[in-house]
Nanobody, 123 residues
Framework: QVQLVESGGGMVQPGGSLRLSCAASGSIFSVNAMGWYRQPPGKQRELVAS???????NYADSVKGRFTISRDNAQNALYLQMNSLKPEDTAVYYCNADITTPSFGSLITSRYWGQGTQVIVSS
């Protein structure tokens, strides 16, 4: 059983900062690509940023220069530093990861999602 647990959401004024964290736990052989998605109210879920095991990153145009994704491979942890937050960043933020787990003598890779953490940017 693998779990992803996010933390760090909350309410902040425009221009403020928040740091989201995500921790993976369970019977893990390896953690591959990881990412942050968000779902604004009434809209579809969208990719915010992703990071490979080697640290290569990818960002949505809307967050480039403001958000920084990072990971700690030893801790199976993922982070999102969000600066210069705007009201349009308001959303539920989800962590996801492609995780390889042992299963009956073999290895399988599946995508896991966290439960989401709310970020509200408002004055």
């Amino acid at each position: 059983q693998v779990q992803l647990v996010e933390s760090g959401g909350g309410m902040v004024q425009p221009g403020g900062s928040l740091r989201l964290s995500c921790a993976a736990s369970g019977s893990i052989f390896s953690v591959n690509a990881m990412g942050w998605y968000r779902q604004p109210p009434g809209k579809q879920r969208e990719l915010v940023a992703s990071i490979s095991p080697g640290g290569a990153t990818n960002y949505a145009d809307s967050v480039k220069g403001r958000f920084t994704i990072s990971r700690d491979n030893a801790q199976n942890a993922l982070y999102l530093q969000m600066n210069s937050l705007k009201p349009e960043d308001t959303a539920v933020y989800y962590c996801n990861a492609d995780i390889t787990t042992p299963s009956f003598g073999s290895l399988i890779t599946s995508r896991y999602w966290g439960q989401g953490t709310q970020v509200i940017v408002s004055s």
